[in-house]
């Protein structure tokens, strides 16, 4: 069974420059997380997804950071104007519904310079 | 509010040496405890859980014990292998399940031959 799968692995870009970032879960898990890690910290929740539907975005910085989980498979966060605290390491999880045992894809390491 | 504090790292042992890496934690309620592992350039993998007081979790070798009267869920395993050198998370959540994951900062294990 394929795990979850991120891409791109790495990313470099200047401060001010938007960024993408997409994730394709385990075939038929529902619930979609997405995680900010920082250097030398945990994950910490950024968004939920129960389907097509973001159930917990509390903790997302809706001024600069967006998602969308269209068809609820594959999803994609989004960074506008990324800034230079944005350099961290960005994990995607998927459940097979709420409460579940959650799988982490390897992440993207995004560095803006 | 909730949180879990880790030892801080690296950790450095020799081939065959035991294992400890201190995990305390603080929350509300009663919370189900997890010892999450990533292996370079991979994603966390669930390493063992324990639900409730006195419960013990156990992997590979590894074994985790839920005190509540301490507040703890510190990892060891007898005899550690190369193949064991990753960052180890600890990780709580208060839904009784895996939902809303509150992670340590991870402590990195390193072992030499």
């Known amino acids: 069974e394929a795990g979850v799968v991120q891409s791109p692995r790495y990313k470099i870009i200047e401060k001010k420059q938007p960024v993408a970032f997409w994730c394709n879960p385990i075939s038929g898990h529902n619930t979609l997380y997405w995680y900010l890690q920082n250097l030398g910290q945990g994950p910490e929740l950024l968004i939920r997804?129960?389907?097509?539907?973001?159930?917990?975005d509390s903790q997302l910085p809706k001024d600069r950071f967006s998602a969308e989980r269209l068809k609820g498979v594959d999803s994609t966060l989004k960074i506008q104007p990324a800034e230079l605290g944005d350099s961290a390491v960005y994990l995607c999880?998927?459940?097979?519904?709420?409460?579940?045992?959650?799988?982490f894809g390897p992440g993207t390491r995004l560095t803006v310079t | 509010g909730n949180s879990v504090t880790q030892m801080e790292g690296p950790v450095t042992l020799s081939e065959e040496a035991f294992l400890t890496i201190n995990c305390t934690y603080t929350?509300?309620?009663?919370?189900?405890l997890f010892w999450y592992v990533q292996y370079p350039g991979e994603g966390l993998q669930l390493l063992l859980k324990a639900t409730k007081a006195d419960d013990k979790g156990s992997n590979k070798g590894f074994e985790a014990t839920y005190r509540k009267e301490t507040t703890s869920f510190h990892l060891e395993k007898g005899s550690v292998q190369v193949s064991d050198s990753a960052v180890y998370f600890c990780?709580?959540?208060?839904?009784?399940?895996?939902?809303?994951?509150?992670f340590g900062a991870g402590t990195r294990l390193a072992v030499h031959p």
């Open positions: 997804y129960e389907n097509e539907e973001a159930v917990d």
């Open positions: 999880a998927s459940s097979s519904r709420t409460g579940a045992e959650q799988y």
């Open positions: 929350a509300t309620g009663y919370p189900s």
């Open positions: 990780a709580l959540s208060l839904s009784g399940g895996y939902n809303k994951l509150i």
